[in-house]
């Protein structure tokens, strides 16, 4: 679907302002925002709009009928069309409901575990009613958590040469006492430059052993012959990449990196030394960065030493991205893409706070990162690899001319 143009009654838009009818002129713009996708939805299936006399019309409309769709802020009904050939089929319910029921179930686990605050318990009650019990959640898990699972335990058929991982740390209820848990989130740029999230993993620290568990169980789905890992410098986590990815290229987050400089810098020394980091960055080539480096190194010496020790010391770390053709580097060499679905993840599970078990984080999360990976694979490519693929068999080439 190339373009959708929305009708918006002004009615409703006045509602969107009014204190009183907010909330529910919030529902109402929903419900008609996604009633008006379907129609349009249905219009492309059809090959035509409704009364239209088009050659290209394969069926004719049939009806409507109607479905309850159960948001965060109430429940909208959908008028979904129907075709006589009965062929009419959306994705939008699967797609939308997923996390939605994800964070409901979280939701109520609260307040069936007695952990819950008013306010939850409120939303609960507006989403679901007050018949919401033990056997109403197994009843919804057994829906949404084998899709999770399927997700989380697929096959990693595609070569994924560039792979990013992070971790990211929330609250989980565990024998009654509250336990803080790490998520190693591992997403990867795959052969046709799209992006995907390759795997995900909740354990009790961020040390050698877990990264390592994570990578193993990575390998055993398929993942293999990655050329470049991004990530940043934890030690757990650096010690596990090189145990298992022995012959893989790994750059350190030039973000993360900076940080690190300038925090050992007195403040004063701070806006040019980011103007100097900046510059080694966006160098041409390693031999123009290292020329930089050192300048800034000439520079700094004296006024910030600590910070001229770990650029001098991290610098081969941060430049590792420079073997790759110029137009690959700029997106990796930082983690900032991980990051932001980092944020995209606290943004949903901000509502949970605390989470009732682990399952149910599992459950929210993944759901997360299913819905993230669609887009991913629907959208627009990350990376045009042709490039780099004609990079990469040029270079038995290059090493024979040099011998």
């Known amino acids: 679907m190339a373009q959708l143009n929305i009708t918006l009654d ?18 109402k713009l929903l419900e008609t925002i996604l009633n008006q996708v379907l129609l ?21 409309h049939n009806g409507f009928r109607d479905r309850d769709l159960t948001t965060r802020i109430g429940t909208i009904t ?20 997923r996390s939605e029921q994800a964070l409901v179930l979280a939701m109520i686990e609260m307040v069936i575990n007695g952990v819950s605050t008013r306010k939850i318990e409120n939303i609960t009650e507006e989403l679901c009613g007050k018949s919401f019990s033990k056997s109403t959640v197994s009843k919804l898990c057994e ?44 997403t990867a740029v795959n052969e046709t430059g799209n992006r995907e999230v390759i795997g995900f993993q909740i354990a009790d620290t961020e040390s050698e052993s877990s990264w ?20 940043d410098n934890h030690k757990g986590l650096v010690n596990a990449i090189k145990k298992h990815f022995q012959d893989t290229a790994w750059q350190r987050c030039q973000t993360h990196f900076s ?17 100097h980091l900046k510059s080694i960055y966006n160098a041409i080539s390693l031999k123009e ?15 910030a030493p600590k910070s001229m020790i770990a650029l001098e010391e991290g610098f081969d770390d941060i430049m590792a991205v420079m073997e790759l053709p110029e137009k690959y580097r700029k997106r990796l060499r930082t983690s900032n893409s991980i990051e932001r679905l980092n944020e995209e993840i606290r943004r949903r599970d901000r509502v949970i706070r605390i989470y009732p078990n682990e399952a149910s984080a599992i459950r929210l999360i993944g759901a997360l990162l299913i819905e993230q990976d669609e887009k991913w694979s629907s959208g627009r490519k990350y990376l045009d690899m042709d490039e780099y693929y004609a990079y990469i068999n040029e270079q038995p080439a290059i090493k024979e001319d040099a011998a």
């Open 259 to 275: 940080r690190n400089v300038l925090d050992k810098a007195p403040k004063s020394q701070q806006p040019l030394l980011k103007k």
């Open 143 to 186: 829906h949404l958590d084998p899709i999770v699972d399927k997700f989380k335990q697929r096959p990693l058929e595609k070569h994924y040469p560039f792979v990013i991982v992070d971790a990211l740390y929330f609250k989980v209820r565990d024998n009654g006492r509250v336990r803080s848990k790490g998520l190693l989130i591992a």
């Open 289 to 303: 960065a290292r020329r930089l480096m050192k300048e800034t190194l000439q520079t700094f010496e004296d006024k």
């Open 10 to 27: 002004t009615e409703l838009l006045h509602g969107l302002f009014t204190k009183d009818t907010k909330d529910e002129a919030f529902s």
């Open 78 to 97: 959908l008028r979904v069309p129907r075709h006589r050939n009965g062929n009419f089929s959306t994705t939008m319910f699967q797609r939308y409901q």
């Open 212 to 231: 390592g568990e994570f990578f193993s169980s990575l390998k055993q789905r398929g993942l293999s012959n990655v050329d470049l890992i991004v990530s």
């Open 40 to 60: 349009a939805q249905s219009s492309e299936q059809l090959g035509a709009e409704p009364y239209e006399r088009s050659d290209d019309r394969v069926a004719y």
